[in-house]
């Protein structure tokens, strides 16, 4: 299993930036894929998910409204869409492989990351 | 949401000692179908982190025997048998078994 994170960066409060996630040795449209940050020196948060199929996404309160977890399973690809930052969204990416189509409390899979900052 | 909190935050072992993490949830962890989804996972220096156990006490694929969870409800354990060099690092909880998916705060593993 390989996940490659890309597409993180320096941006301004109330700008935009869309991650993906690039992911290899298994069979991706199989399983639920999720999204966890961590911000300098600080602990994990758990960010949003996705079920295999795509039709069913659950968000932390904080992002609701304002980041958007989507895949494209012909690509393996997943992303998270986000706009309106502030700089508490200052943090590490991780792309984590979940479990089966909507198990998504298994984390069993994780990235190396991709850094967002955001500030002006 | 589900508070996870654990304790200790920083655990100075002596290798070859055994250690343990408790991890302590705001609300029973027991989900309707039977299972409880809380996990441990590992995150050492410049390694991507690693998921340890799964449902309070399933090994991973790959992941030592020394390293044990166990537990049940709201109050669930990490157990490491004899610490090795290599264990040094950041052990995080986590429950899976309500959205927002919450982890613990982290506990520091080092060694004395």
């Known amino acids: 299993v390989q996940l490659l994170e890309s597409g993180g960066g320096l941006v301004q409060p109330g700008g935009s930036l869309r991650l993906s996630c690039a992911a290899s040795?298994?069979?991706?449209?199989?399983?639920?894929m999720t999204w966890v940050r961590q911000a300098p020196g600080k602990g994990l948060e758990w960010v949003s998910v996705?079920?295999?199929?795509?039709?069913?996404?659950y968000y932390v309160d904080s992002v609701k409204g304002r980041f958007t977890i989507s895949r494209d399973n012909s690509k393996n690809a997943l992303y998270l869409q986000m706009s309106s930052l502030r700089a508490e969204d200052t943090a590490l990416y991780y792309c984590v492989k979940s479990g089966l189509n909507r198990d998504t409390a298994m984390v069993d899979y994780w990235g190396q990351g991709t850094l967002v900052t955001v500030s002006s | 949401d589900i508070v996870m909190t654990q304790t200790p935050l920083s655990s100075p072992v002596t290798l070859g000692q055994p250690a343990s993490i408790s991890c302590r949830s705001s609300?029973?962890?027991?989900?309707?179908?039977?299972?409880?989804?809380l996990s441990w996972l590992q995150q050492r220096p410049g390694q991507p982190l690693r998921l340890l156990i799964y449902k309070i006490s399933n090994r991973f694929s790959g992941v030592p025997d020394r390293f044990s969870g166990s537990g049940a409800g709201t109050d669930f354990t990490l157990k490491i048998s004899r610490v090795e060099a290599e264990d040094v690092g950041v052990y995080y909880c986590m429950q899976g078994t309500q959205f927002p998916h919450t982890f613990g705060q982290g506990t520091k593993l080092e060694i004395k």
């Open positions: 996705i079920s295999g199929s795509g039709g069913s996404t």
């Open positions: 609300q029973s962890l027991a989900h309707s179908d039977g299972n409880t989804y």
């Open positions: 040795g298994f069979t991706f449209s199989s399983y639920a």
